[in-house]
């Protein structure tokens, strides 16, 4: 896969409407009068910025973003996301990365300035991320309210705290520790400079990359292993195959 500061050079900005992709329900070059979508061209394919720059409020407010990963981008395509956002709402942020998880082309996190809250798990679903020079973290336990009778508050507490928990754990997985999320769920509010998010990426980075090669391998291990079954079921002796385990994984860190 072509790396992030060469495959941005490539591309020219569209001129008209009828350039971009209008075929799929856009009707101009922003596409989105709540979060604004541009288009670049070119030959091989698409670059979309998508700017997260606001508040993240209500669903509804992030369809054209969803469909774009969902339905629109193809894997000669690419997505760059700018994300400098005090965060919001946390059923938002789970659509679009449901949304990010399905994309089929690469999605590149341009954090610039503060990114917060609902914004940090958003750009931990990005496959690269451009850190800027004065960016930074803050990442805190959910803000809600609750309504009803003191028993119907406590369930619907608890039940929340037990998903959200699992929630956190999986999108911060490598990023933050265990003990980091327990104490985010007691109320610790964690910021981030720059160097600790270049830090903690790398970490997230290599073990993305680890757990990659891992399950490539046990594909591989899962076809030979039944192509053996059937040689062996034909009365042939085969000799236990030899993997290499010793790929070195790539950052996908980038600098600003």
């Not at 941005?8 to 070059?29: F, H, Q, R």
């Not at 309504?147 to 608890?158: F, H, L, S, V």
């Amino acid at each position: 896969m072509i790396q992030p500061q060469n495959y941005n050079k490539l591309w020219t900005k569209m001129e008209t409407p009828e350039t971009t992709a209008s075929n799929t329900g856009y009707v101009d070059e922003h596409f989105s009068k709540h979060v604004p979508i541009i288009a670049y061209a070119h030959g091989v394919g698409t670059k979309y910025n998508v700017y997260l720059t606001k508040g993240i409020d209500e669903p509804h407010n992030y369809d054209e973003v969803v469909n774009l990963l969902e339905n629109v981008v193809t894997e000669d395509d690419y997505v760059a996301m700018y994300l400098t956002t005090p965060g919001g709402y946390i059923v938002s942020a789970m659509r679009i990365m449901d949304a990010m998880d399905n994309c089929v082309c690469p999605i590149e996190g341009i954090l610039s300035g503060e990114t917060a809250s609902a914004g940090t798990a958003i750009a931990m679903k990005c496959d690269y991320l451009t850190i800027g020079k004065y960016a930074n973290m803050m990442l805190h336990q959910w803000t809600t309210m609750y309504y009803g009778t003191a028993r119907q508050i406590d369930i619907e507490y608890k039940f929340s705290r037990e998903i959200l928990k699992g929630w956190m754990m999986d999108t911060y997985k490598y990023f933050l520790s265990e003990e980091e999320v327990d104490s985010m769920l007691m109320g610790t509010d964690i910021y981030l400079g720059r160097d600790d998010i270049l830090a903690r990426w790398e970490n997230v980075s290599k073990a993305r990359e680890l757990e990659n090669q891992e399950m490539y391998l046990q594909t591989v291990k899962d076809t030979v292993d039944e192509r053996i079954a059937d040689l062996v079921a034909l009365g042939y002796v085969v000799a236990p195959p030899v993997y290499d385990t010793e790929a070195k994984p790539k950052s996908r860190v980038k600098k600003k």
